[in-house]
T-cell receptor, first 112, second 112 residues
């Protein structure tokens, strides 16, 4: 059973702070890792993806991957109230069909 | 460029009724997926189609059938709706393992 675990939150941070969202996965065969943002009542939208150990930065977002620890995280710098959403971690195992297994999501609240 | 289009956006069914959820993508993606999203359960894969002409079961296929009509279209059918199928349904498509999914806007289905 391939599992992806996230703390459901809510994670509350003040505006301007760094928000740190974490995700663990069960299968060492995992190949690609994705972070999606989902606003209430909307569909998930892709924020970042990472394949290799280390950090990947895109604007205010940094994804961090540690395959040895089976751990992936998302850092949001200078958090804004508009970042308030549920963040979904997803993992693919490179199988035919490229299926993603999603975590349950972490709800982030950024307070002005 | 519309991306992934789902219809309808909302639907109320009576127990035992049937319906088909439609999904079409205009990005020339090979793979398409149907997920359901329930509170506390995250996104769960119902069926997927790795390429035109193929379909496979996901994590929660019972009570559903799918058709990959052509490369663009992937429909989900509920033959005899049950209250347990009350959920938000998302269709998604993918080019390859390296690019994650593009999601449709979702169908909110209530079975009474």
């Amino acid at each position: 059973q391939k599992e992806v675990e996230q703390n459901s939150g809510p994670l509350s941070v003040p505006e301007g702070a760094i928000a740190s969202l974490n995700c663990t996965y069960s299968d060492r065969g995992s190949q690609s890792f994705f972070w999606y943002r989902q606003y209430s009542g909307k569909s998930p939208e892709l924020i970042m993806f990472i394949y290799s150990n280390g950090d990947k930065e895109d604007g205010r977002f940094t994804a961090q991957l540690n395959k040895a620890s089976q751990y992936v995280s998302l850092l949001i710098r200078d958090s804004q109230p508009s970042d308030s959403a549920t963040y979904l971690c997803a993992v693919t195992y490179g199988n035919a069909g490229n299926m993603l297994t999603f975590g349950g999501g972490t709800r982030l609240m950024v307070k002005p | 460029n519309a991306g992934v289009t789902q219809t309808p956006k909302f639907q109320v069914l009576k127990t035992g009724q049937s319906m088909t959820l439609q999904c079409a993508q205009d990005m020339n993606h090979n793979s398409m997926y149907w997920y359901r999203q329930d509170p506390g359960m995250g996104l769960r894969l119902i069926y997927y189609s790795a390429s035109e002409g193929t379909t496979d079961k996901g994590e929660v296929p019972n009570g559903y059938n799918v058709s990959r009509l052509n490369k663009r279209e992937f429909s989900l059918r509920l033959e005899s709706a049950a209250p347990s199928q009350t959920s938000v349904y998302f269709c998604a498509s993918s080019e390859s393992r390296n690019y994650g999914y593009t999601f449709g806007s979702g169908t909110r289905l209530t079975v009474v």
